[in-house]
Nanobody, 123 residues
Framework: QVKLVESGGGLVQVGDSLRLSCSAT????????MGWFRQIPGKEREFVATITRSGDSTSYGDSVKGRFTISRDGAKNTAYLQMNDLKPEDTAVYFC????????????????WGQGTQVTVSS
């Protein structure tokens, strides 16, 4: 069992930066690929970014490429999502997820999920 807790969300202005954190407890952090997804009420969950178990490979959704960076710190059992140049369309609840495999993000991705943190970008 892995428990994930997100933090760092909030209300920001267009063009601002924000860093989300995902603290993991339970099983060995290094055994899980980590990912970030987001969701707007009434819409499907959208893939944002994933990072492999070793941290040597990352992938990003098209809408965030070049602006967002995912990383992980094994010593702190924490994954991060650095978000730069935020836009109103980035407004959503952001969820952290852990997956026991390094695989392409899809509908089945994620064995464990956090409760989410709200990010609101105001214009």
């Amino acid at each position: 069992q892995v428990k994930l807790v997100e933090s760092g969300g909030g209300l920001v202005q267009v063009g601002d930066s924000l860093r989300l954190s995902c603290s993991a407890t339970g099983r060995t952090f290094s055994q899980y690929a980590m990912g970030w997804f987001r969701q707007i009420p009434g819409k499907e969950r959208e893939f944002v970014a994933t990072i492999t178990r070793s941290g040597d490979s990352t992938s990003y959704g098209d809408s965030v490429k070049g602006r967002f960076t995912i990383s992980r710190d094994g010593a702190k059992n924490t994954a991060y999502l650095q978000m730069n140049d935020l836009k109103p369309e980035d407004t959503a609840v952001y969820f952290c997820a852990a997956d026991q495999f390094d695989r392409v993000p899809g509908i089945a991705w994620g064995d464990y999920w956090g409760q989410g943190t709200q990010v609101t970008v105001s214009s």
